[in-house]
């Protein structure tokens, strides 16, 4: 597999697996470099060579280009001659809801999807599906909504902007908003005039991030058109009350009670202002907020959907003539 998405990779290799990764490009990006000299115990780096001399039991794909570098390096093609996953993450981008998926009709491929409204949303023709939501390692409750303020964990806000509902922040104006992420310090300059009360609060570790988010009173999730955000789910498992805008995913994974979800931003606002403005009821919204996140996206449930994904893919390969 691939290092794609770090809290994804975090939660996937703490199952029982042993998890190949090829060595980092010449850029340095790839590979277990993230991990520093610190690699989790049953993930480890292999060479091309190595895979070809010893094929893995399955392959774990995320980009369409992987299936060409996996046909060049291990000479074997995924889904035909390899058993094979492709882990689509995203919401389809243009045509909806006919969007066809690249890898429709593609029946030696497993095809799982990480959230019930990306299968219904995508068109996946004959290739089998899967179901396989987000699993969280439980942060602990840390919340102590100390700061009256909003947090706002989003990578790339600026070049992402309605995507992740960034222009919805100037209908917070109001409110002391701390951004977290990559390149969220370009937010202040990019809201200009219409939001002078938005602060950079870093590009932070995952506990240094966690610590962070819970001194915030409010989480405050924005995000239009996006697979479910795990920093939403670690913000729950925080203790954190959620205001979040109703779209894709939402309504399954945030019960009403955990703060307020509305695709009406004026009803947003007016929940924010109150939650604010009373810690007692924020924090009960909070623990509200964690037990949902704890029941849904616990790791346990994640990592056996995956064993039985792993051993469903096989299953698949061996039916494919």
Do not use: C, W, Y
């Given at each position: 597999m691939w290092d794609v998405h770090g809290g994804y990779t975090d939660s996937l290799v703490a199952g029982t697996h042993e998890y190949l990764f090829?060595?980092?490009?010449?850029s340095g990006r790839g590979g277990l470099a993230r991990y520093g000299d610190s690699p989790p115990s049953n993930a480890c780096q292999v060479t091309a060579a190595e895979l070809r001399d010893r094929p893995p039991d399955v392959v774990l794909l995320q980009r369409m280009e992987e299936i060409d570098v996996c046909s060049k390096l291990l000479r074997l093609r995924p889904?035909?001659?390899?058993?094979?996953?492709?882990?689509?993450?995203?919401?389809?981008?243009?045509?909806?809801?006919?969007?066809?998926h690249p890898l429709a009709d593609e029946p030696g491929m497993l095809l799982v999807h990480v959230t019930h409204f990306n299968e219904l949303f995508w068109d996946c023709g004959a290739t089998p599906t899967r179901v396989i939501e987000h699993g969280v390692a439980d942060p602990g409750l840390r919340y102590t909504g100390r700061l009256p303020r909003l947090a706002f964990v989003v990578n790339e806000p600026v070049r992402r902007w309605r995507v992740t509902g960034t222009d919805l922040l100037t209908r917070f104006a109001d409110c002391d908003v701390d951004a977290f992420g990559i390149d969220a310090d370009?937010?202040?300059?990019?809201?200009?005039?219409?939001?002078?009360r938005v602060f950079f609060a870093g590009n932070l570790s995952p506990n240094q991030l966690y610590d962070a988010m819970a001194e915030r009173r409010v989480y405050l999730h924005l995000n239009r058109w996006t697979s479910l955000g795990l920093s939403l789910i670690?913000?729950?498992?925080?203790?954190?009350?959620?205001?979040?805008?109703?779209?894709?995913?939402v309504s399954r994974a945030v019960?009403?009670?955990?703060?307020?979800?509305?695709?009406?931003?004026?009803?947003?606002?007016?929940?924010?202002?109150?939650?604010?403005?009373?810690?007692?009821?924020?924090?009960?919204?909070?623990?509200?907020?964690?037990?949902?996140?704890?029941?849904?996206y616990g790791l346990p449930r994640f990592l056996h959907d995956w064993d039985l994904a792993f051993k469903e893919a096989a299953e698949v390969a061996v039916r494919v003539p």
């Open positions: 090829l060595p980092p490009d010449s889904g035909r001659e390899l058993p094979a996953i492709f882990l689509e993450h995203n919401t389809p981008k243009t045509e909806v809801p006919s969007t066809r370009k937010l202040p300059e990019a809201l200009g005039s219409g939001h002078q670690q913000a729950m498992m925080l203790g954190m009350p959620v205001v979040v805008l109703d779209t894709t995913e019960p009403a009670a955990a703060g307020a979800l509305s695709t009406d931003i004026t009803e947003l606002l007016t929940a924010t202002r109150a939650l604010l403005n009373d810690p007692d009821e924020a924090l009960h919204r909070g623990l509200i907020a964690r037990r949902a996140a704890l029941d849904l």
